[in-house]
């Protein structure tokens, strides 16, 4: 089973900041990795998928990077409806792990 | 547009059963693997289980394995999970979502319910 670890586990920043978010995986799952943004009483919505595309809507602020084993989420510059927990998924094969969440706070 | 309704949930004491289903629209169903994903209270995400698009093939998390099965009818656009031996520890929102990629074997879940909770208590 591939293990995901994201950090930081909080992200404290304010609007307007650049917002960058780490997953490692336990071994290489190529570009098989997900992003996704979950608000507190929300489903969680994919943000970033094959590692760097965007899914459906997603604004340009929000982009993908990496390969292997290491990637990063980055939010150019933070927006309101931002601050958010997200989640990477490794999703090449059973079972699809998630990583543990990183919270983006003010 | 794509629309994922979660049901069934509820309060079940432990080692008893329940169904949840999801009723899809707005895609072609058929044609999407579906997967169920769970999120106990103040807890992360936990991938549970997961049906090919055509029900060829299905996989499961160990913690479920045994215990829950995962099914679809494709007729009534309609995913299934049927839950025996309920454990307090699975006590959790549990969201269906679809994957991406036509008659793919893996995808990223583009889309997903609004989840529905079941409560395993006594």
């Known amino acids: 089973e591939i293990v995901l670890t994201q950090s930081p586990g909080t992200l404290s920043l304010s609007p307007g900041e650049r917002a960058t978010l780490s997953c490692r995986a336990s071994q290489s799952v190529s570009s098989y990795l997900a992003w996704y943004q979950q608000k507190p009483g929300q489903a969680p919505r994919l943000l970033i998928f094959?590692?760097?595309n965007w899914a459906t809507g997603i604004p340009d602020r929000f982009s993908g990077s990496g390969s292997g084993t290491d990637f990063t989420l980055t939010i150019s510059r933070l927006e309101p409806e931002d601050f958010a927990v997200y989640y990477c998924?490794?999703?090449?094969?059973?079972?699809?792990?998630f990583g543990p969440g990183t919270k983006v706070d003010l | 547009q794509v629309q994922l309704v979660e049901s069934g949930g509820g309060v079940v004491q432990p080692g008893r059963s329940l169904r949840l289903s999801c009723a899809a629209s707005?895609?072609?169903?058929?044609?999407?693997?579906m997967h169920w994903v769970r999120q106990a209270p103040g807890k992360g995400l936990e991938w549970v289980a997961v049906?090919?698009?055509?029900?060829?093939?299905?996989y499961y998390a160990d913690s479920v394995k045994g215990r829950f099965t995962i099914s679809r009818d494709n007729s009534k656009n309609t995913l299934y999970l049927q839950m025996n031996g309920l454990r307090a520890e699975d006590t959790a929102v549990y969201y269906c979502?679809?994957?991406?990629?036509?008659?793919?074997?893996?995808?990223?879940?583009?889309?997903w319910g609004q989840g529905t909770l079941v409560t395993v208590s006594s």
């Open positions: 979502a679809s994957q991406d990629g036509y008659n793919s074997a893996w995808g990223a879940l583009d889309y």
């Open positions: 049906i090919w698009y055509d029900g060829s093939n299905k």
């Open positions: 998924q490794y999703y090449g094969d059973s079972p699809p792990t």
């Open positions: 707005g895609f072609s169903f058929s044609n999407y693997g």
């Open positions: 094959g590692a760097s």
